[in-house]
């Protein structure tokens, strides 16, 4: 059984905690559908830290999904070297294909019609359609995932993903599901670690120390995190 934590209470602390702690990411400062595709593919099992040098590297010699599509596969194979998963590289690039060929290169908006893209499952689908389109859809990923039990299954470390689904569409800011679902992977952050020390959440975010303490401060303060010793650590 789900605990039954305020739909609204539950969207202003991921809020707080998207403010707080946001990292500054290539595709987050764009709308352009091909970009976050690339995106969205690369982060496929693969970690950001890693992702962001590719990602620039890949669009700078495939700047558009028209030149992806005419791209040899050689080449596509050539840029993905070193990120892993390699059949990730084969299906974005037919997926490319089937766009130019299909819809004149113009990604589709409707998660359905991205769904039918090689290599593209409806999750991935769904977080194109969110972060290029601002479209409310649902779908669930690891970040997701992981922060979802932690607020309303607690204790648990396997739901089915029906019930969080279930969750998801109820609790989803639809006025904006892109800041929303970026805010979801930025609590996961925290999340993974649990508990960290003031050095370590230093480390981690490439903010002002000032700042940082401010915001720690602030979270204390509201209730949302505690300390013991040098430790910090969620308190919901």
């Known amino acids: 059984m789900a605990v039954h934590t305020n739909s609204q209470t539950f969207r202003?602390?991921?809020?707080?905690?998207?403010?707080?702690?946001?990292r500054s990411?290539?595709?987050?400062?764009?709308?352009?559908?091909?970009?976050?595709?690339v995106s969205e593919v690369m982060l496929q099992q693969t970690q950001v830290g890693r992702v962001t040098a590719y990602y620039k590297n890949f669009l700078h010699k495939f700047p558009?999904?028209?030149?992806?599509?005419?791209?040899?596969?050689?080449?596509?194979?050539?840029?993905?070297?070193?990120?892993?998963?390699?059949?990730?590289?084969?299906m974005l690039k037919r997926a490319a294909e089937h766009t130019v060929r299909i819809y004149g290169g113009k990604l589709p908006q409707d998660a359905g019609l991205l769904d039918d893209l090689p290599g593209i499952g409806i999750n991935t689908a769904g977080a194109i359609a969110a972060f290029a389109?601002?479209?409310p859809s649902v779908?669930?990923?690891?970040?997701?995932?992981?922060?979802?039990?932690h607020f309303f299954f607690p204790g648990r470390s396997t739901v089915h993903d029906r019930n969080i689904l279930k969750l998801v569409e109820e609790t989803m800011d639809r006025k904006n599901p892109r800041?929303?679902?970026?805010?979801?992977?930025?609590?996961?952050?925290?999340?993974?670690?649990?508990?960290?020390?003031?050095?370590?959440?230093?480390k981690t975010f490439a903010e002002p120390k000032e700042r940082i303490e401010k915001v720690l401060d602030a979270l204390g303060k509201e209730g949302l995190?505690?300390?013991?010793?040098i430790y910090y650590q969620i308190s919901i």
Do not use: M
């Open 12 to 22: 202003r602390t991921i809020r707080r905690y998207y403010a707080a702690h946001s």
């Open 25 to 37: 990411l290539p595709w987050r400062h764009t709308h352009d559908p091909y970009k976050i595709l």
């Open 64 to 90: 558009t999904i028209k030149v992806l599509a005419k791209a040899s596969l050689a080449d596509v194979l050539r840029a993905w070297q070193g990120l892993g998963y390699n059949r990730r590289a084969l």
């Open 225 to 229: 995190i505690s300390k013991s010793g």
């Open 139 to 149: 779908f669930i990923e690891t970040n997701i995932r992981r922060v979802f039990i």
């Open 179 to 202: 800041e929303w679902y970026y805010a979801s992977a930025i609590v996961k952050l925290f999340l993974a670690k649990n508990a960290l020390t003031q050095r370590q959440i230093f």
């Open 133 to 135: 389109f601002n479209t």
